[in-house]
């Protein structure tokens, strides 16, 4: 909750989307992101094809090389100090999971890559998917929208100003381009934090309870009335942005959730 006491504390992601795919039938499933750090390639790829299949078929595989080292550190997971090295380790299982679910079933997936390397995989268990999206998360000039470009259905920029969701969508673009893939094909997203408040009272005691000032959050995120934030929606729906995704961070609070599905989407359904 932002308060140091790390409560109410993370759940695995992968184990998470398990149970919700049991208990959902519609909605669709995955991370903003998975950061290649936390799991050797083969367990996670049997991970997210058996999740797609729980699910029918909802699963997207977001994918990161990995930021927090507080974290990694906290539950003895080892962390490469050097982008470069996490990148490189990105990449590898970009292509590993890629060759995995096109390989036809009972053909073995051999690859030596710079991080990580397999010999004569089975490539088991194919997803439900042929295959599940991949979504590569990220602000990056160079690494990030290369990567995009070649491996993913969607490229998300997290957290950032419209003005860098322009800048940067131009170059995953033009790396499409590079590699004359039709930039028509990969999906261009945002993630923002919302507070949302019938009247500016509610607006100020949900802001309060994550901690963030209300002007930070209006100029930083999605903060105001649903009609407020439904018009910043809009601007980066003219910018090129064709999903965005929400962040909220008091669990707690449903009758929170409850308003943004209401009245916020009732504004943009109209796109």
Not at 140 to 156: F, K, S, V
Request: hydrophobic share 40%; net charge negative.
């Amino acid at each position: 909750m932002g308060d140091g006491t790390g409560l109410p504390g993370s759940t695995d992601a992968w184990v998470t989307l398990a149970g919700l795919a049991r208990e959902t039938p519609r909605i669709r499933l995955g991370t903003l992101v998975t950061p290649v750090t936390f799991r050797p390639v083969g367990p996670l790829a049997v991970s997210v094809a058996q999740v797609d299949h729980m699910s029918g078929g909802r699963v997207e595989l977001g994918l990161g090389a990995g930021w927090f080292d507080d974290e990694h550190h906290a539950y003895g997971i080892p962390y490469p100090t050097s982008a470069g090295e996490r990148f490189e380790l990105l990449e590898d299982q970009l292509e590993i999971i890629s060759r995995f679910w096109a390989a036809p079933a009972g053909e073995h997936v051999t690859y030596a890559g710079k991080r990580v390397s397999v010999i004569d995989s089975p490539a088991l268990p194919k997803p439900f998917q042929s295959p599940p999206p991949i979504v590569m998360g990220g602000a990056g000039l160079r690494r990030t929208p290369r990567l995009a470009a070649r491996y993913a259905a969607e490229w998300n920029l997290p957290f950032c100003p419209l003005s860098m969701f322009v800048e940067l969508r131009a170059v995953v673009l033009g790396a499409c381009e590079a590699i004359d893939r039709d930039p028509a094909t990969i999906v261009a997203s945002v993630a923002q934090v919302v507070c949302c408040g019938s009247d500016e009272a509610e607006i100020a005691r949900r802001a309060a309870v994550i901690g963030r000032e209300v002007d930070e959050l209006r100029e930083n995120g999605l903060c105001g009335t649903p009609t407020e934030i439904a018009s910043k929606l809009a601007t980066f729906h003219d910018a090129g942005a064709t999903r965005c995704y929400l962040q909220f961070l008091d669990v707690d609070d449903l009758d929170h959730l409850g308003l943004v599905a209401a009245e916020v989407m009732n504004e943009t359904a109209r796109w």
